[in-house]
Every structure is written in C-alpha cells, then in structure tokens.
C-alpha cells in the first residue's frame, strides 16, 4: 500500500486528504469506499488495505510511513 501511494501523485493527494477529516468522518468515507470497491468488484486486498485505513492507529502510521520516504 505505502509503496503503492507513494509512487501515484493522485493516491497520495487523496490519501492526504483524508488527514483534514476527523476519525469519524475518515472511517465513515473508508467505510462508504469500501463498499462501493466490492459492489464494482475490486480486488479483495485493495478493499482490505481501505479497510485497515479506518483504524487510527494504522492511518497514522502510514501518514508517517509515507511521510518519510517520500522524495
């Protein structure tokens, strides 16, 4: 995932984004997502990574992750 986000400029703008929404309305739009990737029938470990999203603890760590390898 971390890889992944890091490497598309449209992935890691909207998973910035996600950083102005409190943990609610953050787990709330992960939620909807996520819902919407198995009605279109998205690969399951994609659903999984927006998923794991919804944790606080998780988010945080991949803003930091992400944070630090970015160029």
């Given at each position: 995932?971390?890889?992944?986000?890091?490497?598309?400029?449209?992935?890691?703008?909207w998973?910035?984004?996600?950083?102005?929404?409190?943990?609610?309305?953050?787990?709330?739009?992960?939620?909807?997502m996520?819902?919407?990737?198995?009605?279109?029938?998205?690969?399951?470990?994609?659903?999984s990574?927006?998923?794991s999203?919804?944790s606080?603890?998780?988010?945080?760590?991949?803003?930091?992750?992400?944070?630090?390898?970015?160029?």
């Amino acid at each position: 995932m971390i890889e992944v986000f890091s490497g598309d400029q449209d992935l890691l703008s909207w998973f910035f984004s996600l950083q102005q929404m409190s943990d609610a309305v953050r787990q709330s739009h992960l939620s909807s997502m996520a819902d919407g990737m198995r009605t279109t029938h998205e690969r399951p470990e994609l659903i999984s990574v927006v998923e794991s999203l919804k944790s606080p603890l998780v988010f945080a760590s991949a803003v930091r992750t992400i944070e630090s390898i970015r160029p």
